[in-house]
């Protein structure tokens, strides 16, 4: 029996996701013989990688050991739970505390940094939808949409948007400006220009260097 404990090299994590960006989802659980995730995500502002598969590859790559499905579970006592242990960021796992909470979109951007050029696509996915409340975990790292039934979100990256369509499954929206499977380069973003940013807002201010929030 595999012991989660065991994983704790996090360079062989991240070298498990790089596999993953390289060789395409799908290539990736086949190859190490893992479903897709239903709830735990690890995720990063290049896209969200399935938990369990990541813990699975990432523990053979530090041990040399494959890592059967049936050998390990994925939730918040499992694999997720481990890799959040090391730091990194998992959705379907960030309990309740330190969450900061809101009653509008426009309140949560204010403390969450996304670029200018991606807030029309993600006002235009919110105004299809009914949300009743957003947060913010406390990792920091997205701004979760929570709907009236309390269940179902959105999860709101800097750079893609991902929504459930159904029970068990899930989209992926990429927006304009983004790190998708890009090496941790911004799309479409001028080299060498630094972005400017709004000290109020905290959002990327427009070529005209105006913020429309101010």
Request: some cysteine; proline content about 4%.
């Amino acid at each position: 029996m595999v012991s989660y404990a065991e994983l704790t090299d996090r360079a062989s994590v991240e070298s498990a996701m790089a596999e993953f960006d390289q060789i395409g989802r799908d290539a990736f659980l086949q190859k190490y013989g893992y479903g897709e995730a239903k709830e735990y995500f690890v995720v990063t502002e290049s896209g969200r990688y399935d938990s369990k598969a990541v813990f699975g590859a990432a523990y053979e790559l530090q041990h040399g050991v494959a890592v059967a499905h049936q050998e390990i579970s994925g939730g918040r006592n499992g694999a997720a739970g481990r890799l959040a242990e090391l730091g990194f960021d998992i959705e379907g796992i960030d309990d309740q505390t330190g969450r900061r909470r809101f009653d509008s979109f426009e309140e949560a951007l204010q403390h969450y940094r996304i670029p200018f050029e991606n807030l029309p696509m993600i006002r235009e996915f919110l105004a299809g939808r009914r949300f009743t409340e957003y947060y913010i975990p406390s990792s920091g790292s997205y701004i979760a949409a929570v709907p009236e039934d309390g269940m179902t979100k959105a999860f709101i990256h800097s750079g893609y948007i991902w929504h459930r369509v159904a029970k068990g499954e899930g989209a992926e929206i990429e927006l304009p400006i983004n790190r998708i499977r890009s090496g941790g380069y911004w799309r479409n973003a001028k080299p060498g220009r630094p972005k400017e940013l709004c000290q109020t807002h905290f959002v990327e201010l427009p070529s005209s260097g105006v913020c429309p929030y101010c």
